[in-house]
């Protein structure tokens, strides 16, 4: 809601992106709510073209009259499209009103048909792209004591039942209930992988599909590559090629049901062409699609510390310091940060393991590692040691 806020009246088209039933909608209609304290109800204008009684509308030169006509001259037009991939040709509807000096445009769309890759193509680069992500733990930890207000477990058990359940936002009306849990986002899953992967990217090939999937899901935080998972199914006799393995990862990437993070030499300046890691977009999908599996903690920790880092506007990336590896590299405001995940440092070796490829980057630079330790707050070296849940609950690197 804030960067709606200020982005508001610049001469720039408000695409709000993200998964599929992560809030787009909602954080829309709130933001009408927000624009109707200054504005008149004649100035805004919100179509959800899901809704039957917008079928008329569809055809983009019905939509473009009903939306000129609505203009008032002298003041600010607000114009907020829902769906908006479900109209034909709407982006000659969007460029057409973009000319225009008293409007003000928001569009969202289903990742089917409205992928950020295409906007810029679409509107010829004339727009910011808001991206909106499932619950943040913050945000679950807030739901659950919404429907459980005298529920007194602690952060930690609340975390517990964050990877369990995950953060898409319709969960909190149902949490507990863990069967519905389960059809939900069950149903989710199929929605996204089944019609809109399937059907946009015509791979016929179901079970291949769910096995990247999967294999994408146990890997998450680790460096594989098309090659990589191609080879490790022909071993295991399911023949397929890498540039088939390659276009259903991006058909994956593109639904924003995975995100790709590429490695950056740190020493060399420049990013690498091989190798990549994925991280799911969420946790929920990952425990309904591989249960609760021994040894994944601390893979789980490092997608969830990656989707924190995104929801605070970093821009990130693997990073490589000679033989080694730093999780993240982590860009904003013309800075940079590395952060290490742990699970544990409580050991000594494991501690200076972690801490080695920190260290081998000499620079000022902020250096961090995140652990599910709860210890009280530690520096090596200048290195700073936090909790992974006071991170979630919002604390500052």
């Known amino acids: 809601m804030q960067k709606l806020l200020e982005w508001k009246d610049r001469q720039v088209i408000k ?9 787009k909608s909602v954080v829309m209609k709130d933001f ?41 001259p002298d003041r600010m037009n607000y114009i907020l499209l829902d769906e908006i991939q479900l109209v034909e040709k709407f982006e000659k509807v969007i460029d057409s009103l973009f000319v225009l000096p008293n409007v003000d445009i ?20 004339r727009y910011v792209e808001l991206h909106v992500l499932p619950f943040s733990f913050r945000e ?50 199929a929605t996204i992988v089944l019609k809109d992967i399937q ?25 594989i590559s098309p090659k990589k998972i191609c080879d490790s199914f022909i071993s295991g006799g399911r023949k397929t090629a890498p540039l088939t393995v390659e276009n259903c990862l991006n058909a994956l990437c593109e639904s924003f049901l995975f995100y790709k993070l590429n ?9 690498l062409k091989t190798l990549e890691k994925y991280y799911a977009v969420d946790m929920g999908l990952r425990f309904f699609m591989l249960g609760a599996r021994g040894g994944d903690e601390g893979h789980i920790l490092e997608n969830l510390v990656f989707l924190e880092l995104k929801r605070r506007g970093y821009e990130l990336y693997v990073g490589k310091a000679d033989d080694m590896e730093i999780d993240f590299i982590a860009k904003r405001d013309g800075t940079e940060m590395y952060v290490q995940v742990a699970l544990s440092v409580r050991d000594e070796v494991t501690l200076q393991r972690e801490l080695r490829p920190l ?26 040691q936090l909790y992974a849940i006071d991170f979630f609950e919002g604390a500052e690197l």
Request: net charge positive.
């Open 15 to 23: 695409v709000i992106t993200g998964v599929r039933r992560s809030g």
């Open 32 to 72: 009408c709510r927000e624009l109707s304290k200054t504005a008149s109800r004649e100035q805004i204008s919100f179509l959800n073209f899901e809704m039957l009684e917008n079928e008329d509308l569809l055809e983009y030169h019905a939509l473009y009259k009903f939306l000129k006509d609505k203009l008032l």
């Open 106 to 125: 928001y569009i969202t769309g289903s990742n089917a048909n409205l992928l950020s890759g295409e906007i810029a193509t679409l509107l010829s680069g």
């Open 140 to 189: 679950f930890k807030a739901g659950y004591k919404k429907r459980f207000p005298d529920s007194n477990l602690d952060s930690a058990s609340l975390y517990t039942r964050f990877i369990t359940y995950g953060g898409f936002p319709y969960l909190h009306n149902i949490y507990g209930m863990d069967s519905i849990v389960r059809d939900y986002i069950g149903g989710l899953y």
């Open 199 to 223: 059907q946009r990217k015509k791979i016929s090939d179901t079970v291949l599909l769910e096995k990247i999937v999967k294999f994408t899901l146990v890997h998450a935080g680790n460096l």
């Open 263 to 271: 490695r950056y030499d740190i020493k060399g300046k420049e990013t």
């Open 359 to 384: 260290l081998s980057v000499r620079n000022n630079f902020k250096k961090i590692l995140i652990t599910l330790d709860n210890a009280p707050l530690t520096y090596h070296d200048g290195i700073k």
